[in-house]
């Protein structure tokens, strides 16, 4: 499985960006699906995850409200839709996908998931 994360870019404080994470090769293995993100010093931190059907998501106390997760399994694509961004949100985004559907123990940790794409950069300026 590969994933290729696009979307990034620099905005200014509550604008809006879009993520998007492709993936390629035995899509039909994936189940569960995450954002993750990590900032200049600080360590990788959970974003959002979201089953396969798209009926559950959870999301980190810092992004709810804020951001949505969302993905067209036909289309092999996961999207992160970031609103009313914060400098604090300025990080390199990175996205993973997980061989089983995520678990209510284990969805925020980063070593539940089997793959992971380079990431895309966000910047967010005050």
């Known amino acids: 499985v590969q994933l290729q994360a696009s979307g990034g870019g620099l905005v200014q404080a509550g604008d809006s960006l879009r993520l998007s994470c492709a993936a390629s090769g035995r899509t039909f293995s994936i189940y569960g699906m995450g954002w993750f993100r990590q900032a200049p010093g600080k360590e990788r931190e959970f974003v959002a995850s979201?089953?396969?059907?798209?009926?559950?998501?959870w999301y980190s106390d810092s992004v709810k409200g804020r951001f949505t997760v969302s993905r067209d399994n036909h289309k092999n694509t996961m999207w992160l839709q970031m609103d009313s961004l914060k400098p604090e949100d300025t990080a390199v985004y990175y996205c993973?996908?997980?061989?089983?559907?995520?678990?209510?123990?284990?969805?925020?940790?980063?070593?539940?998931?089997?793959?992971w794409g380079h990431g895309t950069l966000v910047t967010v300026s005050s």
């Open positions: 979201i089953s396969y059907d798209g009926d559950i998501t």
């Open positions: 993973a996908a997980d061989l089983s559907e995520p678990r209510s123990d284990s969805y925020y940790l980063p070593h539940a998931y089997d793959y």
